[in-house]
């Protein structure tokens, strides 16, 4: 299941500690990032790349909330929700972004699969909420014109890409 | 001049030199001196002598003596390590991820002082899996000190080797605390261990190990370079140096501030914030994020140290100030908190995975309308039988908000119930 660069990129993080268990976290990170989820075949292979058992994989991967085991959309979008960014509006801001991408107040994945919305725990950047998280980057401050515009954005960028 | 306390930043320098991020423009303005310095002219007891005689306290929350927390490292122990806490996740806390982003270096000569001081060859950032982004431009400077020479075999032209990793977690608040980051820094679930042995003697991988948050790590190349007299003319007696302070909430101009310990807290809210947007009048206050005893608005006059914060029944903690205006509904707010730590309790132990299930339980049936007075007195006997009975600080955080709500707001709660 791992590529020849993915192989590789595993040997450079194993090399960081004493013991291979303690390249869990950024092996199950690496079987995760192409596809943003983690299915049977690549928590089997984290297993077997780390000499730990696969209960122990699969009891960690529940544990952490930023593992998946379920398919996403392309891109994941974490609204911070809690109460120094929903003292500046960060709730509304969340519940309105739902609407406008057809999805229930829980959050999920819009139809064409673009996007995964999801209302989150603090995410350490409350003095400039409303804010969002999606995949790397901080987006703060925003509106929801601000927020429409990259999601636009990412949309034609996807679009591109397909045609290409 | 930073503010009226503060000629200029010791901590959050980007805000003075904005390019300091730069290995170049860092070592241009006294960069690495500490390091030098320390590898070059100290013996390592005498760097943990001189941040012992700073005063410097941990700036995680617990306000630990950093010097002393060195200092339980057992002589001649092999094996050492330094692991650094940027799992930066109590809601309103903010800082460690600025520090790292914009002033990085002083949190790798830090914790590159540190190791020297306690002997230890290997430091750990572990960061939470959301500065995932932010440790990109972390990895940035490690590389830019590692090409410099200032990291690795021979760190700083000395003969001693020094190697610096960043790790990032997954998404669990309860990493944060110490032990359950050192489970999770070695692919286990992030449950908290028990204590003896403490990490000093049995941490990382079984090995003495010293675990210290960003922030303080940024406080100790200052302490070097310029001395422990400089370092104390800053703060108080009990707490010295400077500290950030993260101001979030209702306020006209949140962010990180600095400021010596002992300021009060009306300064941060009304001078640097701005003030409450609107002319609104300040409710309460929660001085160190969800885990704080939240205080009402007489209480501003109160100086932010240690000692003072104590001294009115809440504490600095990691001092994220998150303002709460007088609109804003108690009950909603501490139910969010509860939200919060239900969502966060790792499980490990019953009163806290049970107890902040049931108090969710009960702030939604008062909230919904269909509360008792009789749900109002069974928060209290909920938070009594998770008190002193959790395996960790999480599950003593998690009854902060229904304490200090309940004494300092019960007549909202009353309205609820008798709507």
Redesign the interface.
């Known amino acids: 299941m791992w590529s020849e660069a993915e192989q590789r990129e595993l040997e450079e993080i194993l090399k960081?500690?004493?013991?291979k268990?303690?390249?869990?976290?950024?092996a199950?990170?690496l079987a995760q990032r192409e596809k943003n989820w983690l299915d049977d075949d690549d928590i089997e292979a984290v297993a077997e790349a780390?000499d730990?058992p696969v209960t122990d994989v699969h009891?960690?991967v529940g544990?952490?909330?930023?593992?998946r085991r379920e398919p996403t959309g392309k891109h994941m979008i974490?609204v911070c929700t809690?109460?120094?960014c929903?003292?500046?509006g960060a709730e509304d801001f969340y519940l309105r972004l739902t609407e406008r991408l057809g999805l229930p107040p829980e959050g999920g994945t819009t139809e064409d699969g673009m996007f995964t919305l999801e209302a989150v725990?603090?995410?350490?950047?409350?003095?400039?909420?409303p804010m969002c998280?999606i995949d790397?980057?901080?987006y703060e401050n925003l509106t929801d014109e601000m927020i429409d515009t990259v999601l636009a954005q990412l949309r034609a960028e996807a679009r591109q890409k397909t045609e290409a | 001049m930073a503010n009226d306390y503060l000629k200029e930043h010791i901590l959050l320098r980007h805000k003075d030199i904005p390019d300091i991020g730069d290995i170049d423009v860092y070592l241009s303005d006294g960069g690495y001196e500490g390091l030098k310095k320390a590898l070059e002219t100290m013996q390592p007891a005498e760097v943990i002598e001189a941040v012992k005689a700073s005063g410097l306290r941990g700036r995680g929350g617990a306000g630990f003596p950093t010097g002393v927390k060195w200092s339980f490292i057992p002589k001649g122990a092999k094996d050492v390590y330094i692991v650094v806490n940027a799992d930066e996740s109590e809601p309103g806390t903010f800082k460690d991820r600025e520090l790292m982003e914009y002033n990085p270096h002083q949190v790798i000569e830090g914790a590159a002082i540190a190791a020297y001081a306690v002997g230890a060859h290997t430091v750990y950032i572990y960061g939470r899996g959301e500065f995932k982004g932010p440790f990109v431009t972390l990895q940035k400077a490690v590389d830019q000190a590692y090409e410099k020479g200032i990291l690795g075999k021979n760190a700083m032209g000395t003969d001693y080797a020094l190697d610096l990793h960043l790790h990032l977690g997954a998404g669990a608040y309860i990493c944060g605390e110490e032990t359950a980051l050192l489970n999770s820094l070695e692919g286990y679930r992030g449950y908290p261990r028990s204590r003896p042995p403490f990490p000093a003697v049995e941490g990382l991988y079984a090995k003495p190990t010293v675990i210290n948050n960003v922030e303080t790590m940024a406080n100790v190349p200052g302490i070097i370079v310029h001395g422990v007299e400089w370092y104390r003319q800053f703060g108080t007696e009990k707490s010295a140096g400077t500290k950030v302070f993260s101001l979030s909430g209702h306020v006209n101009r949140p962010g990180n501030y600095e400021l010596p310990l002992g300021v009060p807290i009306r300064y941060l809210i009304e001078e640097l914030g701005g003030g409450v947007p609107n002319g609104k009048r300040v409710k309460a206050v929660l001085p160190a994020g969800e885990s704080s005893l939240m205080v009402p608005e007489d209480k501003l006059d109160t100086p932010m140290d240690y000692e003072s914060m104590a001294a009115i029944g809440s504490m600095l903690g990691s001092a994220s100030f998150i303002v709460m205006d007088e609109t804003v509904d108690i009950v909603w707010a501490a139910e969010k908190m509860i939200h919060f730590f239900k969502h966060e309790s790792c499980g490990k132990c019953s009163p806290c995975r049970e107890g902040t299930y049931w108090l969710s339980n009960v702030y939604h049936r008062i909230r919904s309308g269909e509360g008792t007075m009789e749900d109002i007195d069974l928060l209290p006997k909920i938070v009594e039988q998770m008190s002193g009975n959790t395996f960790c600080p999480l599950g003593e955080f998690a009854t902060s908000p229904v304490k200090a709500s309940l004494l300092h707001f019960r007549h909202e709660y009353e309205q609820y119930v008798k709507k």
């Open positions: 960081k500690y004493p013991t268990r303690s390249a869990l976290l950024p199950l990170y780390l730990v009891a960690v544990f952490y909330t930023l593992f974490h809690d109460l120094p929903a003292l500046r725990p603090c995410l350490a950047a409350c003095d400039k909420a998280q790397l980057q901080y």
